[in-house]
Each structure stands twice: as C-alpha cells, then as structure tokens.
C-alpha cells in the first residue's frame, strides 16, 4: 500500500503566503515525477506544478508562474508547494500526484501515475 498525505492548508489573507507538503509512504519501490493539482468548486481539476525526478526540472501553470515554487526531498519522499502573493482565485483543494513504483505481492513493481493525495483546502479571503 502507498499513501500520499498532504498538509498545509488552510485559510490566509490576499497576498499571503502558505507552503503544502505531500508525504509518500509505504510499499514504494522508486519515486519518479510529481505533480501538483488542484480543484476549485464548480471547475475541473486543473494542474498545477510538475516536477521532474532529480529536482532540475519543473513546470507552472500561466496563472501561478512566479508565485508558486515546487520543490522536493527525495530522502523524505515529500514534495512541497511554496505559493507566496496568494489570489482568491487560487481557493481550492489541492492534490498532489506522483509517478511511482510499488512493490507488488510478487517481489515485482509497477510504475503508474495513479497515487493521489486526499486533498488539502486552500481558502485565500479577499
């Protein structure tokens, strides 16, 4: 089994600041990407960050370049989300995502994208 369990969340003022952790844990044979999602009520999931498997590569959303910054620690399997000069238009729940390897019954592996986290609300008040 493996989890990713978010923190972070929570309610801040217009140009505000927060920072999200997504911890990975349990039967990972290999981390590889990860990823930042988030979903405001009414709207479809939208992508967020990405960020390749060493740290050196990452990506950003038009509507958050500049503002949010992705990073990770690959000892502590935890991918973070620093969003400094928070909008309200950035409330929603946000999830992260990772592409990994889980042990299988079998001493095998297999590779997906399909590890989600449970989710952290962001509420930016105006």
């Known amino acids: 089994q493996v989890q990713l369990v978010e923190s972070g969340g929570g309610l801040v003022q217009f140009g505000g600041s927060l920072r999200l952790s997504c911890a990975a844990s349990g039967s990972i044979f290999s981390m590889y990407a990860m990823a930042w999602y988030r979903q405001a009520p009414g709207k479809e999931r939208e992508l967020v960050a990405t960020i390749t498997m060493a740290g050196g590569g990452t990506n950003y959303a038009d509507s958050v370049k500049g503002r949010f910054t ?30 990994l ?26």
């Open 101 to 126: 390897a889980a042990w299988g019954a079998h001493n095998d592996y297999t590779r997906s994208w399909d590890y989600w986290g449970q989710g952290t609300q962001v509420t930016v008040s105006s």
């Open 70 to 99: 992705i990073s990770r620690d690959n000892a502590k399997n935890t991918v973070y989300l620093q969003m400094n000069s928070l909008k309200p238009e950035d409330t929603a729940v946000y999830y992260c995502n990772a592409d």
